[in-house]
């Protein structure tokens, strides 16, 4: 799967935020607080959290701004994914975190799923990705694991495809 767009909306420090996203790897950067890990944040939970969870860890993603308004996350993402029997499909996401009312739409093909189980079962088969654990393992490489790296860019490399590949 590739993601080909991102939309947040009441997520942390983004109200609203639309990224595109090019062909090939990806690499969000900026100073501290600039809503890189957000970013990151946000594509997991489309791909891993189901839309009725609540807690403490839901709440900690409420705009920053919200006060004791109703604003919960929204993540909608649009992908493709490249099937050997059916070429290169399209597809979207699109999930409203609200706790037991929350909603997703996954559709693909034309086919949409908005059984929350269902949908979530799909991405999982879609992705290769079962676990918001799984996907902290492999899917980023934090800051602090490249600073005693040397600068050079094959051991960069490394570090990113051993990332890449869960070791």
């Known amino acids: 799967m590739r993601i080909t767009r991102l939309a947040l909306r ?3 420090r983004y109200r609203e935020l639309e990224i595109p996203l090019s ?18 944040r946000a594509i997991e939970l489309a791909l891993t959290r189901k839309v009725t969870s ?3 860890d839901m709440d900690a993603l409420r705009p920053w701004d919200a006060g004791d308004g109703p604003a ?3 993540i909608a993402l649009t992908f493709e994914v490249e099937d050997e029997e059916r070429g290169l499909r399209q597809g979207s996401l699109e999930k409203v975190f ?7 739409r996954l559709e693909l093909d034309g086919e949409v799923i908005t059984d929350p189980t269902l949908a979530d079962q799909a991405l999982a088969e879609l992705t290769g990705i079962p676990s918001e654990a799984f996907f902290r393992s492999t899917a980023s490489v934090r800051h602090q ?7 050079d ?8 495809q051993a990332s890449i590949s869960g070791a």
């Open 10 to 12: 009441d997520v942390r």
């Open 54 to 56: 609540g807690g403490a």
């Open 98 to 104: 609200r706790g037991a009312k929350g909603t997703v």
């Open 23 to 40: 062909p090939g790897l990806t690499i969000v950067h900026g100073p501290n607080e600039a809503g890189k890990t957000t970013i990151q």
């Open 145 to 151: 694991e490249l600073a005693d790296l040397d600068r």
């Open 72 to 74: 919960r996350p929204e």
């Open 153 to 160: 860019e094959a051991v960069l490399r490394d570090r990113l």
